[in-house]
């Protein structure tokens, strides 16, 4: 017996029916559920990986660091009263964090020892205050922030003003050596400089309290 032709197929109701609906949603919605069901799936499975972080290059004392911008060596760390023709005049509490390093400008223009963008903007202590008081010198002539010129070696003592009970004679001080990007201005600023520091490699060294300083030599001593 057939069917009769008056009668609708309720299942096909049933389907325009959800088709309708859903036409009315939006299609971001759907972008978001499969989002949410690709990520329940996977916590199943431990989450999603990760890549971890490349491991800093380990370097000691006295060796170079170099990048297109600059070659740093770190040298020594100096715990001292005070440095009289450092830049950084201690308050009373405090002591001078002193770190000597060799420097060498290998880019093709002068280059800034402190400040942003500098080459005192490619490495930083662990533990030391960014508010700190702080200066750089030329070790030779006392120069305070002098300006380095390309393929001209230096030697400077970075320092800042630390709470006297921060540091002590061995402690470990580490210092993250970084690699900066030239960047070309262009349109509304001009000029290149160097920006976005990214850590390359670590050097950790001793601390040595020198005390008050050299002692001044004892009046008569000819020597």
Do not use: C
Request: charged share 25%; glycine share 8%; net charge negative.
């Amino acid at each position: 017996m057939s069917e009769s032709p008056d009668a609708a197929p309720v299942p096909r109701r049933r389907f325009e029916w959800i088709r309708a609906a859903t036409d009315r949603v939006p299609t971001r919605w759907f972008a978001g559920l499969a989002t949410a069901a690709f990520l329940a799936a996977t916590a199943a499975f431990g989450g999603l990986a990760t890549a971890a972080p490349p491991e800093l290059a380990q370097l000691e004392p006295g060796d170079a660091h170099v990048t297109d911008q600059r070659s740093l060596t770190v040298k020594r760390a100096v715990l001292i009263d005070e440095l009289p023709g450092s830049g950084v005049f201690p308050e009373e509490g405090q002591r001078v964090l002193a770190l000597v390093v060799d420097v060498e400008n290998t880019w093709d223009e002068p280059q800034g020892s402190f400040g942003k963008e500098s080459i005192g903007d490619s490495f930083t202590i662990e533990g030391v205050d960014a508010e700190a008081d702080s200066s750089v010198a030329r070790l030779d002539d006392a120069t305070t922030s002098p300006e380095l010129q390309p393929g001209v070696p230096a030697e400077l003592v970075y320092t800042w003003a630390v709470d006297a009970d921060d540091y002590a004679e061995g402690d470990e001080l580490t210092v993250t050596l970084q690699e900066l990007s030239l960047y070309t201005g262009s349109f509304v600023m001009n000029g290149q400089w160097w920006t976005d520091p990214v850590p390359d490699a670590t050097v950790t060294l001793e601390i040595e309290d020198v005390g008050a300083g050299a002692e001044p030599e004892e009046a008569g001593d000819d020597g």
